[in-house]
Nanobody
Framework: QLQLVESGGGSVQPGGSLRLSCAASGFTLDYYTIGWFRQAPGKEREGVSCISTSGEFTYYADSVKGRFTISRDNAKNTVYLQMDSLNAEDTAVYSC??????????????????????WGRGTLVTVSS
């Protein structure tokens, strides 16, 4: 069974940091691009970041550029999202998803999100004072 499990969410004060993990089981991440997404209450799902199969190329939404860093450890079959300088607008459920296609083919096209091959169930991040 192909599965992605996110962890690392929680509550943090504005200006704080969290590191999310997305662990794969039942398949290897080596041949997949991996994206992080978030959805706040009442809002559309937003693509946050994407990383290429090699890890050489990364993509970020403008809203998180310079604050979030995506990375992958294929040996651990895990992808990470380091989130720094968090603010209230970052509050959302964060999910990861994988696809064999390149980030450039889907990350900026939200209509493609529903077609991504495997999705995790998400982890809640709350930024509040």
């Amino acid at each position: 069974q192909l599965q992605l499990v996110e962890s690392g969410g929680g509550s943090v004060q504005p200006g704080g940091s969290l590191r999310l993990s997305c662990a794969a089981s039942g398949f290897t991440l080596d041949y997949y691009t991996i994206g992080w997404f978030r959805q706040a209450p009442g809002k559309e799902r937003e693509g946050v970041s994407c990383i290429s199969t090699s890890g050489e190329f990364t993509y970020y939404a403008d809203s998180v550029k310079g604050r979030f860093t995506i990375s992958r450890d294929n040996a651990k079959n895990t992808v990470y999202l380091q989130m720094d300088s968090l603010n209230a607008e970052d509050t959302a459920v964060y999910s990861c998803a994988v696809d064999p296609q390149s980030c450039s083919s889907w990350f900026k096209n939200s209509r493609r999100y529903k077609d991504l091959e495997v999705w995790g169930r998400g982890t809640l991040v709350t930024v509040s004072s």
